[in-house]
């Protein structure tokens, strides 16, 4: 019961499908090892944790804009 109500509210369901396609098949992990993986071992594995290069933000949208009024 506790399942269907979280749904309810708006939880997503746990994407195993990409998360099994992703360990099996992109990153050819046996099975035995991909399942044995914590979840911060995945996400480390499947570049999860490399750096992010910060997101253009509205006012370097707009200096850009002007900068460049193509």
Same mark, same amino acid.
């Given at each position: 019961?506790?399942?269907?109500?979280?749904?309810?509210?708006?939880?997503? !369901?746990?994407?195993?499908?990409? $998360?099994?396609? $992703?360990?099996?098949?992109?990153?050819?992990? !046996?099975?035995?090892?991909?399942?044995?993986?914590?979840?911060?071992?995945? %996400?480390?594995?499947?570049?999860?944790?490399?750096?992010? %290069?910060?997101?253009?933000?509205?006012?370097?949208?707009?200096?850009?804009?002007?900068?460049?009024?193509?």
């Amino acid at each position: 019961m506790r399942a269907a109500a979280d749904r309810k509210a708006g939880a997503e !369901p746990f994407p195993w499908e990409t $998360v099994m396609h $992703v360990g099996l098949c992109l990153l050819r992990l !046996p099975p035995e090892v991909f399942w044995r993986l914590t979840p911060a071992e995945f %996400s480390a594995m499947a570049g999860g944790m490399r750096p992010r %290069s910060p997101e253009i933000r509205r006012d370097g949208l707009e200096a850009l804009m002007r900068r460049f009024p193509d």
